[in-house]
């Protein structure tokens, strides 16, 4: 049970540093004494079910992956974090009919990419 408090309170600490809030912010948002929030993010205390649901919503990382770890299609967000902030910094400094273009393109293309095992295996089992 220690180990499982200990990777909950490590991952409590890297969705908050991943957003740049300090302790002491994520103390209020929580309604909490900081050191309260400490002995949470240091394992020393289990967080209540209502602290964890707030760290989410604050951190904007699912409930799932503060307890379990878990990755999901969610987590791009969190892997991706420069390449996103730059793609975004990029997208935002194109004028509206050149956003439309880029949008439309990129849907068109992880499409084909999601798409793409799928119809490699359909043509694999039709040659076979």
Known sequence: MLIVKAHVAQRIREAREYRDITQVEMAKYLNVARQTYLD??????EPKVSSLVMIAEVTGRPLNWLLYGESSRSDIA???REELNRLLTLFSSLPQSARDLVMEQALLFAEYMVNMPAKQDTEKN???
């Not at 949470?40 to 205390?45: L, M, N, R, V, W």
């Open 78 to 80: 969190f892997t991706h």
């Open 40 to 45: 949470i993010e240091s394992g020393k205390t």
């Open 126 to 128: 039709e040659t076979l």
